[in-house]
C-alpha cells in the first residue's frame, strides 16, 4: 500500500505542467540527448525524495511532537493541490504546448541545462523534500514509499523522452489534460482524507 501512494503521489506531482516539462519535451523532440536528460531529472528527484523521506524521519525521532504538525501540514497541502486540479479540470487548461524552437547542443550543456532547471526552480524542493517526504514519512513502509515515487519519476521522464513526437499530440491536448487533472484531485483529496483518519 505504501508503495502504490508513493506511486501515486510522485506521479500526480511530478506529472503537472510547468516550465521542467515543456524543455525536457521540447529538447526529446528535437533529439537532443534525450538520454542524459532522462537521466539528469531522474536522479535529481529521486535524490531529492530520498532526502526529504528520510531527512523528515530523522527530524520525527527527535522531535517526536512533530509528527501530528506535519500530518495536518501534508493533509491541508494535499487538499490544496487537489483544490487547484479540481479548478485547472474544470476551467480547462491550455495542455503541455512545446512550440520553441530547438538547437541541439552538446551533451555536458544540455545536462547543465536540465540541472539548472530542476534545482534552481523552487517548487521541485516543495514536491519533493517537503511534500513527497513528509507524507513518506508517515507510511507504515516508508522504503516501499520511497521506491514508488522514485519509479514515478522514471516512469515518466523515460516516456517522455522516448516518446515525445507520439506524445505530443496526447500532451497538447487540453480534453485530456482536464481528465488527468480530474483524476489527480480525486487521487489525492483521498490520500488527504486517509492521512487525516489515520
Known amino acids: 500500500m505504501s508503495f502504490f501512494t508513493g506511486f501515486t503521489v510522485g506521479l500526480s506531482l511530478i506529472v503537472a505542467i510547468g516550465a521542467q516539462n515543456i524543455w525536457v519535451l521540447s529538447q ?12 539528469v531529472c531522474i536522479s535529481c528527484d529521486a535524490l531529492l525524495i530520498i532526502t526529504g523521506v528520510y ?27 487537489a483544490y487547484g486540479a479540481a ?5 480547462g487548461s491550455a495542455g503541455l504546448l512545446a512550440t520553441q524552437q530547438v538547437q541541439v547542443k552538446p551533451w555536458q550543456q544540455t545536462a547543465l541545462t ?33 521506491i514508488g515515487a522514485c519509479l514515478a519519476s522514471l516512469l515518466w521522464f523515460s516516456s517522455l523522452t522516448a516518446l515525445a513526437p507520439k506524445l505530443k499530440t496526447v500532451l497538447s491536448s487540453p480534453k ?3 481528465m488527468f487533472d480530474a483524476l489527480v484531485a480525486m487521487t489525492l483529496t483521498g490520500i488527504a482524507l486517509k492521512l487525516a483518519v489515520a
Do not use: E, K
Not at 28 to 39: F, K, Q, T, Y
Open 28 to 39: 526529446s523532440m528535437a533529439g537532443a540527448n534525450r538520454l542524459v536528460i532522462a537521466l
Open 55 to 81: 531527512s523528515v524521519q530523522w527530524l520525527q525521532q527527535i522531535i517526536p511532537p512533530l509528527v501530528p504538525v506535519l500530518t495536518w501540514c501534508g493533509v491541508l497541502m494535499l487538499l490544496w493541490l
Open 87 to 91: 479548478r485547472r479540470a474544470w476551467q
Open 114 to 146: 536540465a540541472l539548472a532547471i530542476t534545482l534552481l526552480n523552487p517548487h521541485v524542493y516543495l514536491d519533493t523534500v517537503v511534500l513527497i517526504g513528509g507524507v513518506g514519512t508517515l507510511q507504515p513502509q516508508p522504503g516501499w514509499f520511497t
Open 176 to 178: 485530456r489534460w482536464r
